[in-house]
Every structure is written in C-alpha cells, then in structure tokens.
Nanobody
Framework: QVQLVESGGGLVKPGGSLNISCVASRIPFTVYTMGWYRQAPGKERELVALIEGDDSTHYVDTVKGRFTVSKDNSKTTVYLQMNSVKPEDTAVYYC?????????WGQGTQVTVSS
C-alpha cells in the first residue's frame, strides 16, 4: 500500500534550523502535489507548504521566508527546510500527497522549538 514516512523531527532551539523529510512509496510521485501540514496541541491541522508536480510552491504566511519546501523525484522524497524557527512552530508535522481525489497522510514527526 501507499506509504509516506517522515523523519528528521526533534528538538531545536529558537532561531535554529531543522530539515524534515518524507519518503513516498507506491505512488507516481511526479504527478502528486506534496504538502506539509502541522498540528499543534489543541489546534486544528493547518497547511504549512506544498509543492506541485511542476515544482511550484506555496506557503502559509507565517512561514514565508523561513521555510523552504523541495523535492527529489529520483528519491520520491519531499523536504521541509525550517530556518529561524520559533516556539510557535512546535507541532507534529505531517506529510501529505494528493492527486485528484486520491490523498494520503504520513504518520507525523514531532518538531519542538524550545530553549
């Protein structure tokens, strides 16, 4: 079955950087829109960034200029480079894949920003 497996989460200090990744398997990766969502305790899941099949990218306003989403089609992997992180970036980050009516979620990776 389709799998999205995230990795790279952890504890990072405010102002620091972290790179998280998601390996997709059993999907035609190049046609899917790949996205990163996050969910903080007590809050709804929100879109952080996405990258489409043509490599166009979109970001939520709160991370513009700090986060960068990218992908490597040969590795069927999508990345989220997080720079200048803030305590409010603390959340479980989920990988998401969507094509037409098909969509899949990863299991999530915890990112904690704290001194």
């Amino acid at each position: 079955q389709v799998q999205l497996v995230e990795s790279g989460g952890g504890l990072v200090k405010p102002g620091g950087s972290l790179n998280i990744s998601c390996v997709a398997s059993r999907i035609p990766f190049t046609v899917y829109t790949m996205g990163w969502y996050r969910q903080a305790p007590g809050k709804e899941r929100e879109l952080v960034a996405l990258i489409e099949g043509d490599d166009s990218t979109h970001y939520v306003d709160t991370v513009k200029g700090r986060f960068t989403v990218s992908k490597d089609n040969s590795k069927t992997t999508v990345y989220l480079q997080m720079n200048s992180v803030k305590p409010e970036d603390t959340a479980v980050y989920y990988c998401h894949a969507k094509f037409l009516s098909l969509e899949y979620w990863g299991q999530g990776t915890q990112v904690t920003v704290s001194s």
